[in-house]
């Protein structure tokens, strides 16, 4: 069975940080483009980054450029987002996604993720 599982997440003030992590089993991640999703209170769910299994290339929300990476632990199976300098506008539940194709192709765009996790709340304290 396929199955994603976000953790790390939490309440923090704005500047901090955060890791998320994103445990998949049933298949190998290094096999996927694994993407993470945001939803906002009020708001539609956005694409916030994407790494792909083949080479590892990330791709950033322009939001998040240069606050948040991503990285791919193999041994573990485990998919991280590390955010940094945390605002208040990056408030939300944050989802982990699985998709067949590249980010080059995906990223952003949930259709193309055929797998997704339950979510973790992220809240930002200004």
């Known amino acids: 069975e396929v199955q994603l599982v976000e953790s790390g997440g939490g309440l923090v003030q704005a500047g901090g940080s955060l890791r998320l992590s994103c445990a998949a089993s049933?298949?190998?991640?290094?096999?996927?483009?694994i993407g993470w999703f945001r939803q906002a209170p009020g708001k539609e769910r956005e694409g916030v980054s994407c790494?792909?299994?083949?080479?590892?290339?990330?791709t950033f929300a322009d939001s998040v450029k240069g606050r948040f990476t991503m990285s791919s632990d193999n041994a573990k199976n485990t998919v991280h987002l590390e955010m940094n300098d945390l605002k208040s506008q990056d408030t939300a539940v944050y989802y982990c996604?699985?998709?067949?194709?590249?980010?080059?192709?995906?990223?952003?765009?949930?259709?193309?993720?055929?797998?997704w996790g339950q979510g973790t709340r992220v809240t930002v304290s200004s």
């Open positions: 996604a699985a998709s067949a194709g590249g980010c080059s192709v995906v990223a952003g765009i949930e259709g193309l993720f055929s797998a």
């Open positions: 049933g298949f190998i991640v290094d096999d996927y483009a």
């Open positions: 790494i792909s299994g083949t080479d590892a290339t990330t």
